[in-house]
């Protein structure tokens, strides 16, 4: 007989071995940094939507972004009452302290009898006339009745009469807060910027 070539297979692997030249778990490890990858990506656009959640619920609310009749309507009523009751002549304070209580309510009410107490008897001895122009008004938050706007105000400044008259120009800045009362915008409170 004639002995017949036996060929030597290798033995099977055993479960757990890796391949000749692979180290232990190569598939593990190269799926790991993949899974991390995806988590990470999912968090971040996890968070991504929160915040944007959060942050649009505000502006949601803010009418004086998309509701431009109301915006224009409380722009020009604090506009044109910060123009009356900022101007006045001499001899016509009456006329500004009138516009005062039909605008203006609150601390707002307060301030202005404050302020016009403080420079009633030096217009008249000066001979002061102040004309005030709204230049700019930008509201800043509307929310239902209430309302804040940034105001940009020119006055100008008469003082004296005839050759000794100076005139002066002034600008000023003021954030305003008003609410909607009897559908008129009042004026409650008053801050110079």
Known sequence: MTAEPVLETAPADAPGDAPAGRPPGGRLRRALPAAAAAVLVLAGCGFFYAAHQVRSAAPARNHALTDTEATSRVAGDVG??????????????????????????????????????????????????????????????????????????????????????TTTTAAAQLTVTARLQDDRWRIVDLKAR
């Open 80 to 165: 044109n009452a910060l123009a009356r009751i900022f101007s006045y002549t001499p001899d016509g304070t009456a006329a500004a302290e009138r516009s005062a209580r039909t605008v203006l309510d609150g601390r707002a009410a307060r301030q202005y009898e404050t302020l016009f107490a403080r420079v009633r008897d030096d217009l008249t001895e000066q001979r002061v006339t102040l004309s005030t122009r709204a230049v700019r008004t930008a509201v800043i938050e509307l929310d239902g009745d209430e309302a804040r706007l940034l105001v940009f105000l020119d006055q100008t400044s008469h003082r004296g009469k005839g050759e000794k008259a």
